[in-house]
């Protein structure tokens, strides 16, 4: 294992310490228990957002905590749900007296211990509410789910329900638009490698020198099917027609297009993915009006990538194109 860390045990608390020093203007840390605060937090009258999942999936869920983002994101060890104390000091620290969505991906170890953390909230007369991204086509039910995993999509919800959070809308409002975008976004990853966990020293699955893996999930879950290695164009034909059709999305819909590297894979052969992409999307006659292309929802040093469209009406685009000033994405500022 090559990898530029100390020890495998304090990965996650020393990231930590230098998303701390690196971007103090905008976030504050908690080491104990683990968390990423918006520094300006809690926003009086704001529903609070907040998000968390397992570390090594960098920049998500903490590259999103800021204004038009997320409020707070809980990162737990490395593909390890965060524990509900993490979710509930988080939640507490941020709520502003509009109640607190939670916002995560479907896997059952998030699940439980949102649950848990959404009990001790109402307890203190906190408001909670969810959305639960599911968005993977690939498989219907995967080692750590019951039904979709949740993938990239997770990203655009960031986005999108942080800028509905900042527009003032109530905690109804956001969840009801949350989950509309839950029901219109749709995912699909391959990969050409896995990635090696810190603490387990070696790959996590094993992949042959000419295969790829089609439908994987970001902690090395199988996929569909393993074939040989195909070109850029072939893989991502393989990924983007079952994304259209699951829906399925229908000619003359905008949409937004987000290819998504999972952390090895080049910026250029991203672009040489959306290229294609986009040429499909048109063909079925989808218009394309707002996209994102890099490395927002990784696992670790996996090379490989995804595919994620979402219909985009004018609310969507709207809450697209308001400011947003986070670690990992900022416009409009």
């Known amino acids: 294992m090559k990898k530029l860390i100390n020890a495998p045990e304090n990965v996650v608390r020393e990231a930590l310490e230098g998303i701390a020093l690196a971007h103090a203007d905008s976030v504050r840390v908690s080491l104990d228990p683990f968390y990423i605060a918006r520094k300006d937090a809690p ?8 998000s968390g999942g397992g570390s090594g999936h960098e920049p998500m869920q903490g590259g999103y905590v800021g204004f038009g983002g997320l409020d707070a994101a809980c990162p737990g060890h490395v593909f390890t749900s965060p524990t509900p104390d ?18 995560f991906a479907n896997y059952t170890g998030d699940i439980m211990n949102f649950d848990v953390s959404e009990e001790l909230l109402r307890e203190e007369k906190i408001e909670v509410a969810r959305v639960l ?18 993938v990239a999509l997770t990203i ?64 090395g879950e199988p996929g569909r099917q393993r074939l040989p290695i195909a070109s850029a164009d072939e893989v991502t ?16 819909e905008n949409v937004i297009l987000f290819v998504n590297g999972m ?27 707002r996209n ?23 609310a969507v685009v709207k809450m697209w194109d308001a400011p947003i000033n986070t670690a990992a994405l900022r416009w409009g500022i």
């Open 156 to 219: 655009l919800l960031d986005k999108l329900v942080g800028a509905a959070a900042e527009a003032g809308m109530n905690l109804a409002q956001v969840k009801a638009f949350g989950d509309s975008i839950r029901a219109t976004g749709r995912s699909m990853g391959m990969a050409l490698t896995s990635c090696t966990i810190p603490h387990v020293g070696k790959p996590i699955f094993e992949l042959g020198d000419n295969e790829m893996e089609v439908g994987i999930g970001v902690h």
């Open 86 to 103: 993490q979710m509930f000091e988080a939640s507490k620290a941020v709520n502003g007296g509009a109640g607190v969505l939670h916002l």
């Open 43 to 50: 926003k009086k009258g704001k529903v609070a957002v907040v």
């Open 263 to 289: 952390g090895a894979t080049p910026l250029i052969e991203l672009y040489i993915i959306y290229r294609k992409a986009a040429e499909i999307a048109a063909k079925h006659g989808l218009k394309v009006v």
């Open 133 to 150: 991204s599911d968005d993977d086509v690939a498989v219907q039910n995967s080692l750590y789910t019951t039904g979709r995993r949740g």
């Open 237 to 252: 034909e393989m990924l983007m027609e079952p994304v259209i059709a699951d829906l399925p999305y229908k000619s003359g």
């Open 292 to 314: 994102l292309v890099g490395n927002y929802f990784t696992s670790l040093d996996m090379a490989g990538m995804s595919v994620t469209l979402l219909r985009a009406d004018d």
